[in-house]
């Protein structure tokens, strides 16, 4: 841990960022379980929970394009300093839904605040590569990810305690405070200077978008290596879904009690633990996996490779588990899995993108990311809800779905990537 530790001493930039970071993830947290919470209360159907966490991801797919070439002309600082105050503003509109006929505001302000989210991620990858030097991406993406698993953790712990204590209205209140808080971190970056004049003269914002996508036709692994995170949330998508209803209806904590007080919600308390062990094996695994193989790009995309094997295997898991015990085993190897390939992918896209691509480079890999997420949570909701399928079989489908891709995979990889990343000079 002493080189994570190395970076956040001596690289002020990054660490303000990484501060950002925390405070904006934890208030994400609170707003999740909030939102969650609200509508449990308001409705009792699958597809509304599904409705939920589709217009928390399709904004980011459609905002995508534009969010892309906003990060490649504008300064990324700002671009993330103006979206946080604005989704501050949004959160608190949350406040005013108070009854099921107003549920219909919930999804708007949720598509409201996403959309600007679509601008802030972006801008927050492409920058990255700006205040870390190229030997330092992996460890700053694993730190990330270490610090995105933490929040899971403590932040829906935390989020949960918060709701159930203080009412979801507070949970609200403190989400938009921490956008406020991320604001005034990133405000103090400072970014060495970056011309973009010469890469968009003369040229329009649809033209800007277009040249992004030939740069990536053109460089087939770039593109290639930008996919793999949308062919993993195909999978993982509707595990966001299926955790909820194993929670409340398969493995509720009944008849547990903590320091001799029973859980008011048992099936709350299980989703807790599942998100804890969610959070253990997203930020674990990118730090063995790289110490294990290290920085290099070719490691790197044998990473990923194992990294898709372990998210199928862990979703079979979660199909046949027949306790708590057991489907938290499975999570765990399932979110090794995920964490190794968001880690990888993205320390390789930071490496061999050059900058005047790269905000466009990862818009597009988030709207990819965001697009089959959203068809894999739909698919969740209707196949439990309009098919009649139990939660296990739409898991076990969705786990079979995963080795078929991991298998496409390893085709392209041992067909094509490894080739290339030989013929890769380290950054190093």
């Known amino acids: 841990m002493s080189e994570y530790v190395l970076l956040l001493r001596r690289n002020s930039n990054y660490r303000f960022l990484w501060f950002g970071t925390i405070v904006s993830l934890l208030g994400d947290w609170f707003n999740l379980i909030a939102s969650a919470e609200l509508i449990t209360d308001l409705t009792d159907s699958g597809v ?5 966490f589709l217009a928390r991801f399709l904004p980011l797919f459609l905002f995508s394009p534009l969010a892309g070439v906003l990060a490649d002309r504008y300064d990324r600082k700002w671009l993330m300093i103006g979206t946080d105050v ?7 509109g949350f406040l005013f839904i108070r009854s099921a006929g107003q549920v219909w505001l919930l999804y708007v302000l949720v598509v409201m605040q996403f959309a600007l989210s679509a601008v802030f991620t972006p801008a927050r990858s492409a920058m990255l590569a700006n205040i870390v030097v190229p030997s330092e991406l992996v460890t700053a993406n694993a730190l990330d990810s270490l ?21 979801a209205e507070t949970a609200f209140v403190l989400d938009a405070l921490t956008f406020l808080v991320s604001a005034v971190l990133v405000a103090r970056i400072v970014l060495p200077p970056v011309s973009r004049e010469g890469d968009f003269a003369g040229g329009s914002g649809w033209l800007d978008f277009w040249n992004g996508f030939r740069y990536l036709w053109r460089e087939r692994s770039i593109l290639l290596i930008s996919l793999v995170k949308g062919v993993g949330s195909l999978v993982w998508g509707a595990i966001n879904v299926l955790e909820v209803v194993y929670a409340e209806r398969i493995f509720p904590l009944r008849g547990v009690s903590w320091g001799g007080i ?23 695994g990118p730090l063995v996996f790289r110490r294990w193989l290290g920085d290099r790009p ?32 499975a999570t765990l190897v399932r979110t ?93």
């Open 48 to 52: 509304a929970v599904s409705s939920l």
């Open 86 to 92: 604005a989704r501050a503003v949004t959160v608190l």
């Open 147 to 167: 610090t995105w698993s933490t929040m899971l953790a403590f932040g829906a712990f935390l989020g949960g305690v918060v709701a159930a204590v203080f009412g």
């Open 262 to 284: 029973e859980f008011a919600d048992p099936g709350t308390a299980a989703l807790g633990m599942i998100y804890v062990m969610s959070g253990i094996g997203t930020g674990v």
């Open 298 to 329: 070719q490691r790197l995309l044998a990473g990923i490779s194992l990294g898709l094997l372990l998210l199928a295997s862990g979703i079979m898991g979660l199909s046949l588990a027949p306790n708590l015990l057991l489907f938290l085993v």
């Open 336 to 428: 090794v899995g995920s964490g190794v390939i968001w880690v990888f992918s993205a320390a390789l896209l930071q490496m061999l993108v050059p900058d005047r691509f790269r905000g466009r480079v990862f818009a597009f890999e988030f709207a990819v990311l965001t697009l089959t997420q959203s068809v894999s949570i739909l698919y969740a909701g209707v196949a439990q809800d309009n098919w009649g399928w139990s939660v296990q079989s739409v898991t076990a489908v969705t786990g079979m779905t995963g080795f078929a891709f991991t298998l496409l995979w390893f085709l392209v990889y041992f067909g094509h990537l490894r080739k290339f990343a030989r013929q890769i000079i380290d950054p190093s």
